[in-house]
T-cell receptor, first 116, second 118 residues
Framework: GQNIDQPTEMTATEGAIVQINCTYQ??????LFWYQQHAGEAPTFLSY????GLEEKGRFSSFLSRSKGYSYLLLKELQMKDSASYLC?????????????????FGTGTKLQVIP | GAVVSQHPSWVICKSGTSVKIECRSL??????MFWYRQFPKQSLMLMAT?????????EQGVEKDKFLINHASLTLSTLTVTSAHPEDSSFYIC??????????????FGPGTRLTVT
C-alpha cells in the first residue's frame, strides 16, 4: 500500500514563491506526479519525476528524493489563477517487466490560496 | 496534445436507475483507462483500471457488479452505475494512458462527470 502526506492548506502572496511538500511511503515506487485541480474540474498534469533531482517547467518546478520519500512542487511568481488544489500522486509498479501492474495513488491535495 | 472527453458532464437520476458514463480518448489510443471517484473536498480515489479487451481490475471495496466497466476499444471505456443510490452521488473522472507510453507516461484526465442521485 501507499501513504502519501501533504499539507491540507497553504496561503501565499501574489508574486511570491511557494513550496508544497509531499512525503510518501511505497514499496514499488515508479514515479511521482503533480497535478493542479481547480474546484469542480478534473486535474491537469503539471510534472513527473522518476529520478532524483529537480525538473523545471516554466514557473513550476518539482523535486524528488527517492531515498527520503520526499517531493516538493515549487511555484514561482505566483498569480491569482494559481489558487487551486495541488495533488501529489505516486505510482507503484509490481509484477514482471512488460506484464506488470501499475497503480497511481493520489494524496489528499493541498489547497493553495493566493492573496493579493 | 492528448484529449480525453467524458459524456455526460453532469447527470441527475432517480434512485434505483442506472447511469452510463462514457470516456473517450480523442486523438490517441488508450490501452489503459482509469476510473476515479471524488467526493467533495477529498482526493481522487481509484475505482478500477480497465485494459482494452480484458476485464477491469477493481480496487478493494468497489463493487464490480454495481460499477460495470467496459473497455471495448482503444478509444472508449464506459462506466455504468447500476441501481444508483444517493450515496453514489459524486464526481466521476476517467483518465487514459496512451498506447506505447509505458513507464514514462502521464495520465490524461477527462473533464469529469458530476452524478447526482435523488
Amino acid at each position: 500500500g501507499q501513504n502519501i502526506d501533504q499539507p491540507t492548506e497553504m496561503t501565499a502572496t501574489e508574486g511570491a514563491i511557494v513550496q508544497i511538500n509531499c512525503t510518501y511511503q511505497t514499496s514499488g515506487f515508479n514515479g511521482l506526479f503533480w497535478y493542479q485541480q481547480h474546484a469542480g474540474e478534473a486535474p491537469t498534469f503539471l510534472s513527473y519525476n522518476v529520478l532524483d533531482g529537480l525538473e523545471e517547467k516554466g514557473r513550476f518546478s518539482s523535486f524528488l528524493s527517492r531515498s527520503k520519500g520526499y517531493s516538493y512542487l515549487l511555484l514561482k511568481e505566483l498569480q491569482m489563477k494559481d489558487s487551486a488544489s495541488y495533488l501529489c500522486a505516486v505510482r507503484d509498479s509490481w509484477g514482471p517487466r512488460g506484464g506488470g501492474y501499475q497503480k497511481v495513488t493520489f494524496g489528499t491535495g493541498t489547497k493553495l490560496q493566493v492573496i493579493p | 496534445g492528448a484529449v480525453v472527453s467524458q459524456h455526460p458532464s453532469w447527470v441527475i437520476c432517480k434512485s434505483g436507475t442506472s447511469v452510463k458514463i462514457e470516456c473517450r480518448s480523442l486523438d490517441f489510443q488508450a490501452t489503459t483507462m482509469f476510473w476515479y471517484r471524488q467526493f467533495p473536498k477529498q482526493s481522487l480515489m481509484l475505482m478500477a483500471t480497465s485494459n482494452e479487451g480484458s476485464k477491469a481490475t477493481y480496487e478493494q471495496g468497489v463493487e464490480k457488479d454495481k460499477f460495470l466497466i467496459n473497455h471495448a476499444s482503444l478509444t472508449l471505456s464506459t462506466l455504468t452505475v447500476t441501481s444508483a443510490h444517493p450515496e453514489d452521488s459524486s464526481f466521476y473522472i476517467c483518465s487514459a494512458r496512451a498506447q506505447g507510453q509505458g513507464n514514462s507516461g502521464e495520465q490524461y484526465f477527462g473533464p469529469g462527470t458530476r452524478l447526482t442521485v435523488t
